[in-house]
């Protein structure tokens, strides 16, 4: 039973740990998003009415051509920033990438009582099953991640390895954790 329920805690962590930090760099894709669209709109919003291109432009009829295109920017900026309430995402991104690193860090403690023996089996199985349902139970709030992300982050991880699920065991559990488990430090099984 301690070998199923080690392991099976070993690839919650890690699965965790990896939506964690997918989530996390969504969050920062939107955060990036609703900079530009907004810094966008202010710069397009505020050359239309001072009238800055009329001004800066002799030519009238470049001067209105340039006038339609950017109050057209302006428009279009608004627009999206009031679709795509970007801010609103990011705050539902991070808010469920830091569920998910609550999530990690329980799972961790469990582990770390079934490796060193601090609670017996029976009630770390307990832990373990209500660890289970709290992340199937998450799921459903998963904000929607794009490719992008999902390459931040595992280009973020991947830089301390790759990710198979036996050598990202180091990428979110300590050393001490995994050589009580006789897990090397680079993720392979000694």
Request: net charge positive; glycine share 6%; with cysteine.
């Amino acid at each position: 039973m301690k070998d199923g329920l080690q392991s099976a805690l070993l690839e919650a962590i890690v699965r965790v740990g990896w939506t964690h930090k997918i989530q996390e760099k969504q969050a920062d894709e939107y955060r990036r998003l609703n900079d530009g669209w907004t810094i966008t709109q202010l710069v397009t919003a505020g050359l239309t009415s001072t009238g800055a291109v009329t001004i800066l432009i002799s030519n009238s009829y470049y001067a209105k051509v340039l006038t339609i295109l950017v109050g057209l920017i302006s428009f279009i900026s608004s627009g999206v920033l009031k679709a795509w309430n970007f801010q609103t995402l990011a705050t539902q991104s991070k808010a469920y990438a830091n569920k998910q690193l609550a999530l990690r860090d329980k799972l961790i403690d469990a582990l770390r009582d079934l490796v060193f023996d601090l609670k017996p089996d029976s009630e770390i199985q307990k832990v373990w099953e209500q660890l289970e349902q709290e992340r199937l139970n998450l799921a459903p709030e998963a904000m929607p991640t794009s490719d992008g992300a999902v390459k931040k982050a595992g280009k973020q991880l991947k830089k301390r390895h790759d990710n198979e699920t036996d050598t990202d065991y180091k990428l979110f559990i300590s050393a001490e954790i995994l050589k009580k488990i006789s897990i090397e430090t680079c993720g392979y099984r000694k």
